[in-house]
């Protein structure tokens, strides 16, 4: 089982100031991607025989998804820096003793509903006080259509929540779903459920998000193809019934957790850094398009392929910023980088507007509101608006909020946690945010590799 779960009530929320620095300057690795690490993990257990995974981000996240891998039977473990995984092979997942805990991490819990749905065995999930306020409909609704059975806690909203069971099915009915939502993770759910049934699951997706199941489904050699139909829709589908053969993977550095250290140095004067051997798969790569479009300085060195991911070396140096408007579809691939980009955007010269980032507030916390209320607080001119904010930011000087102020809230949400890390970098003053412990589910060593850069 995972450990105990972070609640707001009762936590052990440690709070942590950031002050100004000096450049940041040296070469450095941040943690492995969270999205490859939590499918490496799961199509692992699904492979007959062993499996190695290096890189491997062991962050939080990823330990809960590990953690209820094993609890159905996969035998997972760490040597060195490598960890092995013996899967059950596909429809061999076996029933758990107990309630299954995902403390803050969607993307398990999401991801894992559609792997046990088409498994003859019946899981009860649960997570922490962020977790269990995010909508699971969108995860239920296409699995109840392959026959699944879900009871779910309904919110004050009406919302299906955790705590959840889902009773699986096998053979459960193979569908045909378009996605109503840009997300990888309902999209991934169904493609994970489809592996053990019958006949052919296709998911038809109108906008484009993180590729990162399509890729690695083929690679562990599933039989599953990709095509654009006249929409300009992506249609994935994948033939049932599957064998897995266990692979060898390497898990590159995650571009949303490179995005601090990256924003940190474009704000900080006098800043030259290198973030080596990050993903820079466009369905992920956003928000360096976005940051290069304001004047940032980013180079990316080493362009090579690494397990079927482009990855590069991402040079930076300080820069001047100029606000834009963000295009609504380019929300996709930088969709856990908006809390830094705000942070970007405050510090820019003139206005950044953003749209359509509705699914923000259904992540770990409502991140349009944290974040308008914490800039808010540290003197920004910023506007909350439905779908977006709206930042005129300070042209470069330092932000006016200071250690006078409460200390900035952070909800359980580790973006939020270190966007404001980074914000106190080029505040006048310092500031303070009431939890550093968030980052822990993403970017285990965070605060030490930031302090990292500036001795
Ligand atoms: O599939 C994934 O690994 C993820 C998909 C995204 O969520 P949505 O599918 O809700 O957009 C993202 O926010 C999350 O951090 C990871
Ligand atoms: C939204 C995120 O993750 P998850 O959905 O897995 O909790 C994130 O990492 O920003």
Redo the contacts with the bound molecule.
């Keep these: 089982m995972t450990s105990k779960p972070k609640d707001q009530t009762t936590s052990g929320a440690k709070p942590a100031s950031f002050a100004p620095v000096g450049p940041l300057t040296g070469q450095i690795t941040v943690p492995g991607d ?1 999205s490859i690490s939590h499918r490496s993990l799961i199509l692992s257990a699904l492979a007959i025989g062993k499996s190695e995974i290096t890189g491997l981000l062991e962050g939080e ?1 990823v330990l809960a998804t590990a953690a209820a891998l094993r609890a159905m039977g996969a035998k997972i473990e760490k040597k060195d820096t490598v960890w092995t995984v013996h899967g059950v092979g596909v429809g061999g997942l076996l029933q758990p003793e107990t309630a299954i805990d995902l403390g ?5 819990v999401r991801l894992l509903m559609g792997l046990v749905a088409s498994h003859d065995i019946s899981v009860t999930f649960t997570g922490d006080a962020s977790l269990s306020k995010r909508p699971m409909g969108r995860v239920i609704d296409p699995l109840s259509q392959m026959g699944v059975n879900f009871t779910a806690r309904t919110s004050v909203d009406g919302k299906a929540c955790l705590p959840l069971t889902v009773r699986g099915l096998c053979p459960a009915v193979p569908l045909e779903y378009r996605l109503p939502v840009a997300s990888a ?1 309902v999209k991934s759910a169904i493609l994970l459920a489809g592996l053990n049934t019958p006949g052919v699951t296709r998911v038809i997706e109108p906008v484009l998000t993180r590729d990162h199941s399509e890729t690695m489904l083929k690679g562990f050699g599933a039989d599953l193809t990709v095509e654009t139909n006249k929409e300009g829709s992506r249609i994935i589908s994948l033939i049932g019934e599957a064998e897995l053969s266990p692979q060898k993977i390497k898990v590159p550095g995650d571009p ?1 957790s490179a995005a601090f250290p990256i924003v940190a140095a474009l704000l900080v004067p006098g800043s030259d850094i290198v973030v080596e051997n990050v993903g820079i798969n466009p369905t992920r790569a956003g928000l360096f398009n976005i940051l290069q479009q304001m004047g940032g300085n980013i180079s990316f060195k080493k362009k090579r392929a690494v397990g079927g991911e482009p990855v590069a070396d991402i040079h930076v140096k300080h820069s001047k910023l100029t606000g834009i408007d963000v295009p609504a579809d380019i929300a996709p691939s930088m969709i ?1 980088e908006f809390p830094i980009l705000f942070i970007a955007s405050a510090l820019a010269d003139g206005t950044t507007t953003t749209s359509g980032l509705h699914e923000l507030r259904v ?2 916390s409502d991140r349009l509101h944290q974040m308008a209320t914490g800039l808010g607080l540290l003197g920004v001119d910023v506007t909350e608006k439905e779908d977006g904010l709206v930042i005129t930011g300070s042209g470069g000087e330092p932000l006016t909020g200071g250690k006078k102020i409460k200390p900035i809230e952070t909800a359980l949400d ?2 939020i946690a270190m966007s404001f890390a980074v914000a106190g970098l080029a505040t006048a003053s310092g500031l303070t945010i009431d939890d550093i412990t968030p980052a822990e589910t ?1 970017f285990p060593g965070f605060a030490d590799l930031m302090k990292e850069l500036a001795s």
Excluded: A, I, L, M
């Design positions: 969270k996240d803050n991490s969607g993307t398990s993770q949303s856990d992540k770990e580790h973006r993403s």
